[in-house]
């Protein structure tokens, strides 16, 4: 992990698309602006933790969920 220090109104720049920028600091929290390309998907990590699990157990089908799956199909031809 890369640990940098900012103070309000500085930035930092991860590659030639990404600015970050402090924007304020209040007690413990800490404002930020992010720019990136609209294409990039972002995420607070409670949110990608969260997405990220679901799409794992999407991914974890066992035998009778196919079987359900190719009966509906069948039931609908």
Do not use: C
């Amino acid at each position: 992990m890369l640990i940098l220090t900012r103070r309000a109104g500085e930035s930092l720049h991860i590659g030639d698309t990404i600015k970050i920028t402090v924007l304020g600091i209040q007690g413990k929290q800490v404002k930020l602006g992010i720019v990136v390309p609209e294409s990039t998907a972002v995420y607070r990590e409670e949110v990608y933790l969260r997405v990220k699990e679901e799409n794992t157990r999407a991914l974890l089908t066992n035998e009778q969920d196919l079987f359900a799956a190719a009966a509906l199909w069948q039931a609908t031809k």
